[in-house]
Every structure is written in C-alpha cells, then in structure tokens.
C-alpha cells in the first residue's frame, strides 16, 4: 500500500489567500483598464467629430441653407509624423470663404517609398471655439488612405462653416480660422500595404481627383 509523502510546505494562512485573490483582481483590473483606454480612442473620436469639441471639426450630411455675407479667411496647415516617407502639403495656403458657403480645398500626398503604405489623417481646428462650426461634408480624413510607391495622389476635403459661427460670442468676432492636418502611419498600415501591391489598381482620391504617378 502506497503512502503519500507528506509536504514540507506549510498550507496558505488567510492572508497569504486573502492577498492572492487581491493580485488577482488588480491583474485582471489592470488589463481591463488597458483594453478600454484602446476601445476609448475610437469612441472619443467619434464623440469630437459629432460635437466639435477640443477643436476638431464636425462630420456633416448636408450644407446649411443660408449662406451670409460675412467672409473668413481659412488657412490650411500640412504635417506628416511617426516616421511616415510621405511628402504632405496643402496646394492653397488660404481661402476666403463666406459662412455658409460650401468649399473645397485641395491637397497632395506623395509616397516617396518604394512601397505602398497606408496613413491616416487627424484633423484639428483653431481657434478651438471655431470646431463647433467647422463641418466637412467629403474629406479623405475620414478613411484610411493607401498610396502607392512613388505616387502622388490629390485629396480634396469639401467644407463649410455653420452660421451660427456668426452668432456665438466666443466666435463671432474671429476672422481667421486654420484647418490643420497630420498624417500618421496607420495602425493597418502592413495589412493594407500588402493589399496594395497584390492590386493593380490605381489609387482614387475621395471626390474623385487625380492620382499620378511621382517622378
């Protein structure tokens, strides 16, 4: 008959148990956190683009009906950040618009890699008051944009300021307004490279303008 061999270590006290458990949940507690700060990104951004706030512009489904005589100057700002070998420049360095008035203003975006990649733009508005206001009705910031090595590819962005920009005290008085831009790598940026190169098809800009090929 076979007899177990007793162990030398002693069985857990209380506390030895009661602190397990306590690591336990603060491990689950502290992945948790981590997954909801990455599901948070998405959500804050989207609550920005339907309100306007910390200055980002508004997504809009259709232009406002009036449009009044009061003019802004809009000015376009280009940037390109986390190692991204793309060329980004605005082709207008300002417009004058009326409010209400729909616009469109144009861009370039040249890869100078020789291999496609995908970045995504984020968008910002100043004065930040003036994001409330600052709607975008078709604008390449919207999607993830792929370009092919050595491209260029034109990308429009059709806007309008609302009205009541007009009306609000915190705005009213401000003349001038800048729509910046910055272009990252994007998080699908190897997926969507790889797509890329397997398709022969050419990139298309999101109202439609050219692409060309870069020299």
């Known amino acids: 008959m076979s007899h177990s061999v007793p162990s030398d270590r002693p069985a857990p006290t209380p506390a030895e148990r009661r602190n397990k458990r306590v690591a336990l949940i603060c491990g689950v507690a502290f992945f948790g956190m981590i997954g909801a700060s990455y599901a948070a990104v998405p959500i804050y951004r989207a609550f920005c683009q ?11 489904e259709a232009a406002p009906d009036a449009v009044l005589a009061q003019k802004l100057t809009i000015r376009f700002d280009a940037n390109v950040r986390g190692g991204l070998p793309w060329t980004f420049k605005a082709d207008q360095t300002s417009q004058d618009v009326k409010i209400g008035e729909t616009k469109i203003a144009t861009f370039k975006v040249t890869n100078n890699s020789d291999q496609a990649i995908t970045g995504r733009a984020v968008f910002n508005v100043v004065p930040e008051q003036a994001g409330a206001y600052f709607n975008k009705l078709q ?3 919207f999607s993830d944009q792929t370009i092919g090595p050595r491209q260029t590819v034109d990308m429009p962005v059709l806007y309008f300021v609302d009205p009541k920009y007009a009306s609000d005290f915190e705005t009213k008085g401000k003349k001038e307004v800048t729509l910046s831009y910055t272009f990252f790598p994007s998080v699908e940026a190897a997926p969507a490279a790889k797509v890329a190169q397997a398709s022969t098809t050419k990139p298309v800009s999101a109202l439609g303008g050219s692409t060309a090929a870069g020299l």
Do not use: E, N, V, Y
């Not at 339907?50 to 809009?60: H, N, Q, S, Y």
């Open 50 to 60: 339907l309100t306007g706030f910390d200055g980002t512009a508004k997504r809009a």
């Open 139 to 141: 604008c390449f910031c």
